[in-house]
């Protein structure tokens, strides 16, 4: 499956539209990782945990997007927009969506 | 009293040994961009140059969460006061967005032109109690193989 930021995918043709789809995750930060960022945010630096954490939430979101793409029949999605919104004290929302086509 | 050495100890721990982590990232940071300058990367929709066939196409991305120190943490809130640039916070998010547009050329060794560049950036726990003075930077493009 052909997956682009763009509004087309570059070298080939679109033939058919299925409209938009989305994949979404919420998730929450545990304890321990919080231990560790807040030991890390004496001297400042990267929070690994916290990266790490927000990959595999991207990750999720990214596959159910692409799962229902599949069920829509549609083997590409363009113009993925990806946005990370927290909903509630230290969870976070990462939301990905794009539209479903069909491409030769 | 016990509380001040406290205080003390944490702001000197945050003076010095996140002014020298800061000066590492900075090195890494500098010596990696140069490395991976060849490769075209734009924010445009479209190809720069004329291009051959494209055999494959992909959505790249690299993100990071960086946080400050305690020392610049205690002076971002000093600059709340008097109003004005908070310097601390502006290499914060500068190492952030830079970190962010490495980690995704380095995804995509073998790309030739990566098009729509798009960086993103958040406070992920903002509303958290204790909050901690994070951003997460989000990079995503498209990788173009020929």
Do not use: W
Request: net charge positive; aromatic share 8%.
């Amino acid at each position: 499956m052909f997956v682009t930021n763009t509004e087309d995918i570059p070298g080939k043709r679109i033939v058919a539209c299925h409209g938009v789809v989305s994949g979404s995750t919420v998730r929450a930060k545990h304890v321990g990782r919080d231990i560790m960022a807040g030991l890390k945010n004496i001297v400042g630096g990267e929070l690994k945990g916290y990266t790490e954490l927000l990959i595999d939430a991207r990750e999720q979101a990214f596959e159910r997007m692409q799962a229902q793409a599949r069920q829509l029949g549609a083997n590409a999605v363009v113009n993925v927009r990806f946005s990370t919104s927290s909903v509630a004290a230290g969870a976070s929302e990462i939301y990905i969506y794009g539209t479903a086509v069909t491409v030769e | 009293m016990l509380e001040l050495y406290i205080l003390l100890a944490l702001l000197a721990l945050g003076f010095f040994v996140g002014q020298y982590l800061e000066k590492q990232h900075y090195r890494s940071i500098n010596a990696r961009e140069s490395e991976l300058v060849d490769l075209v990367t734009t924010s445009s929709k479209h190809p720069f140059g004329d291009i051959p066939v494209i055999i494959d196409r992909r959505l790249v991305q690299g993100s990071v969460v960086v946080s400050v120190d305690y020392f610049k943490r205690m002076l971002a809130a000093l600059r709340n006061f008097f109003g004005g640039n908070v310097r601390a916070y502006e290499t914060l998010v500068d190492r952030a967005r830079r970190e962010a547009v490495l980690r995704l050329k380095e995804s995509c060794p073998d790309a030739k032109q990566i098009i729509n560049l798009r960086i993103e950036t958040s406070s992920i726990f903002k509303g958290a109690k204790d909050q901690i003075g994070s951003v997460e930077v989000l990079a995503y493009a498209t990788a173009l193989y020929y």
